[in-house]
């Protein structure tokens, strides 16, 4: 199988974080997204959304959506301890923080960076004041990691999630909105720096993921 995607996006970093806490390995094509590949009729025949990343099987079917890729690997390869929760309320407690960091967070950041900064003005209508309303959103957000974080280690409860990995690309991805865990947030930083020393996310971070 293949995976199209342009690995310093948010959407694609957590396709290959996912894989990387799994050991899993796959073909990757880069997919020139400033240049407009995805736009192509040739890359729309394979992605719904004309959107990176997209998951290309042996057998010709694919999928988009970064999500939906990894429950296909999870649901492929049954890991004994699954980054979607367990028992039916880890189940349920990851679904709800992994659609939170989501929509509140991940989702938000891209209208503040793609408003703002006018990086695709050329396809797409760019409203300034909405980026800014929508950075003023994220920052109202992180109390909402911060006061999760006090009572728990990881974003969905004790166990390492994909809600983990959504809230964490999140919360790198804003960097370049200059948001940051402001010095009280002490729960959300150390939660972040927890993050950043495990294994598959320092390969990804390095760019080393296969």
């Not at 999870?74 to 004994?80: F, N, Q």
């Not at 990995?165 to 804003?174: D, K």
Request: net charge negative; with cysteine.
């Amino acid at each position: 199988m293949t995976l199209y995607e342009l690995a310093p996006t948010p959407s694609a970093r957590r396709v290959n974080i996912f894989l990387a806490e799994l050991g899993v390995s796959v073909d990757r094509v880069n997919v020139d997204i400033r240049g407009g590949e995805n736009l192509t009729d040739e890359f729309k025949a394979m992605s719904i959304n004309g959107r990176i990343p997209v998951l290309k099987l042996d057998d010709g079917q694919t999928l988009c959506e970064s999500v939906a890729i990894c429950r296909y690997f999870d649901e492929l390869l049954k890991p004994v301890n699954s980054l979607f929760g367990n028992s039916p309320i880890e189940k349920a407690n990851v679904e709800m923080w992994q659609r939170i960091c989501e929509l509140q967070g991940l989702f938000v950041g891209f209208q503040a960076f793609r408003n703002i900064t006018k990086i695709y003005e050329d396809r797409e209508n760019c409203i300034e004041a909405w980026g800014e309303e929508s950075k003023l959103r994220l920052i109202d957000f992180l109390p909402t990691l911060e006061t999760q974080l006090s009572q728990h280690e990881y974003i969905a409860g004790n166990t390492f999630s994909i809600a983990d990995i959504t809230a964490y690309v999140m919360v790198s991805f804003i960097q370049h909105l200059d948001i940051t865990p402001t010095p009280v947030q002490l729960h959300l930083q150390r939660w972040q720096q927890q993050i950043e020393q495990r294994v598959a996310v320092q390969s990804v971070n390095a760019g080393t993921n296969t």
